[in-house]
C-alpha cells in the first residue's frame, strides 16, 4: 500500500480518537469547558484543534513541495510541543480517568505512526517546485476534510470556553459568601458535584475545614488540592472525630437513563442510601453535629397542570407519584437525625443554573441557532443561580447557629425546609427566549412532547411538566438574591 495514503488512513482513525476524546471525556465526563481552572488547557487545546484542522484539509487534498514542506514539518513540531505541554498541565490540573489516558497513549502512537510515514516523503516532496499540488484520494480525502471542520470548531469552542474562564477568574467572587464567625469542621457530601464544588470552595476561603465523602477521594482530594480531607465511606470516621455541620448533597444525576426499575434503585440509594448512613454515623457520634442541611428537590410538589398559575410554597403537599415519593422518603431519611437532637434544614433545590450541571446541555441547541420550545413551552420552571443556592445554604447555617445560642440545651432540635429557587419563577418558552436573546440566537424550533414521552417515559415529566415554587420561607427571613430574573442570571453566565 502506498504509504502516503496510509498515513492519511491513520490520520483518518487520529480524527475518530479525537472526535471520542473530546466528546466523551471532555465534554460529557469531565466538563472541561465549564470546570473551573481548565483554562490553560482548554487554550492548549483550542490551538492544538485549529492546527489539526488545518492540516486535516490541507493534507486531504494536497501534497506540500518544496518550502512547503518545510512549513508542514513545522506545523507538525509545534503540534508534538503542545501535544508534551498539554500532557503536563493536565496531570497538574486534574486527575484524568484511566479511559483517558488510554486514549492518549493511542493518539500519541497513532500520530507519531502517520507522522514518521509522511516524513518518508519529506526528500522527494523538498525535491520538487514550491507548491501546495492537488492530489485527492476519495472519500478518504473528503472524510478528512470533514474531520478538518469538526476539530475546527471544537477548537473554537474550546477557545471561547478559555475566554470566558478568564474572565470569570478575572472578575473573582464579587460577593464572598459568608457562613459563621467560627472555624468549623464540616462534612460535605456531594464535594465534587456541581454545587459541592462551589460550596468547599466557599467553605474553604473562609477557613472552616472540610470533610469530603466521596466515592472518588483521590480525584476529590485532586480537585481542591489537597486542601481537605476526603474518605470513601462514612466507615472510614471515627465516631470520635468532631464534625459540627453536615451538608448532604449527595445524589446520581436525576435527568439521564429512563427510570427503570434499576435506575429508580440507583437513584433512591444515592440519595436516601447515602443520607441513612450519615443519620447512623450521627447516632454513634460522641459530640453530635449541631446541624444538618440536607439537599431536597421541588420535585416534591409534582407537577402541576400546564398555565396553573399557584404559587407553591414550603407548606404544599406532594403527590402520588415518583418523584415527590422519592424527595420525600429522602427527607424523612434526613429528618431521622432529629431524634438524635441534631437540627435538620431539607433544601427543596429547583434547577441550580451555573457553567457546570444542566445548563450547558439546555443551552446546546439555543447556541447552534436551534432555540428550542418543549412541548407547549409554557411548563413552569423554578430555577436558582448557584451562587444564590450557596449564599442560601449560608444565610440557613446561619440562622441556625442564632437559634442554637438562644435555645436551652434539651430544646426539641428544629426541623424545617426551604424552597431554593428563585422569586422569578419562569415557563420553559420564556427561559428559551432570554436565552437566546443573551446569545443572540433565534429561538424557532418547537419539539413536540410525543418524542420525548416515548424516548424518557415518566422521566420526560421533568421537561414537559413542571411546578410555580417560590422561596416564600428565604423571601420572608429577608434574604437578598443577587439573580432575582433569569436574564440576569443568564447575563452572568454568558
Known sequence: MNTHVLALQLMAAQGCLGAFDTVYHHELREALPQRPGAKRELAIHATRALIYALLFIGLAYWEWHGVW???????????????????????????LPATERVVHTVLAINGGA?????????????????????????????????????????????????????????????????????????????????????LVRA??????DVIALTRQPKRCAWLFDGKLRCIASMS????????DV????????????RWTGKRKKALRQSRIGTTRSLVRWIDEARRKPWLLLSASAVGYYGIQEIGEQTALDESTPPQPMFMSALCRDWEA???????????????????VLGMQGALPMLLLPILLGLGVRLGSGRQWISWIHVDDAVAAIAHLWRRAAERSQVLAPDSAAAVGVCNLTAPGC????????????????????PIPAW??????????????????????????????????????????LK
Request: glycine share 10%; charged share 20%; proline share 5%.
Open 69 to 95: 514542506t518545510i512549513v508542514l514539518m513545522s506545523v507538525f513540531a509545534v503540534e508534538i510541543l503542545l501535544t508534551l505541554w498539554d500532557f503536563v498541565v493536565e496531570d497538574g490540573s486534574r486527575l
Open 114 to 198: 502517520f507522522i514518521a510515514l509522511l516524513a518518508l516523503h519529506v526528500p522527494d516532496w523538498h525535491a520538487r517546485p514550491s507548491s501546495l499540488s492537488w492530489h485527492a484520494h476519495g472519500w478518504l480525502s473528503v472524510f478528512l476534510a470533514l474531520c478538518g471542520i469538526g476539530v475546527g470548531i471544537a477548537g473554537w469552542r474550546d477557545a471561547c470556553a478559555a475566554r470566558r474562564l478568564g474572565r470569570i477568574e478575572a472578575a473573582g467572587d464579587a460577593a464572598p459568601i459568608s457562613f459563621d464567625d467560627v472555624k468549623r469542621t464540616v462534612l460535605v457530601t456531594g464535594a465534587t458535584g456541581f454545587i459541592g464544588q462551589r
Open 203 to 208: 467553605l474553604l476561603r473562609e477557613g472552616h
Open 236 to 243: 472510614a470516621l471515627p465516631p470520635t472525630v468532631k464534625v
Open 246 to 257: 453536615i451538608i448532604n448533597l449527595a445524589g446520581t444525576r436525576i435527568l439521564g437513563w
Open 333 to 351: 431519611a434526613a429528618k431521622a437525625a432529629a431524634r438524635h437532637g441534631v437540627p435538620v434544614e431539607c433544601l427543596r433545590f429547583g434547577l
Open 426 to 445: 419562569v415557563t420553559q418558552l420564556g427561559f428559551s427566549q432570554a436565552a437566546a436573546r443573551i446569545w443572540r440566537r433565534p429561538c424557532l424550533l
Open 451 to 492: 418524542p420525548l414521552r416515548l424516548m424518557l417515559g415518566e422521566q420526560a415529566d421533568l421537561l414537559l411538566e413542571g411546578q410555580r415554587v417560590i422561596p416564600a420561607r428565604l423571601l420572608r427571613e429577608g434574604f437578598v438574591f443577587r439573580y432575582p430574573d433569569v436574564e440576569s442570571a443568564l447575563q452572568s
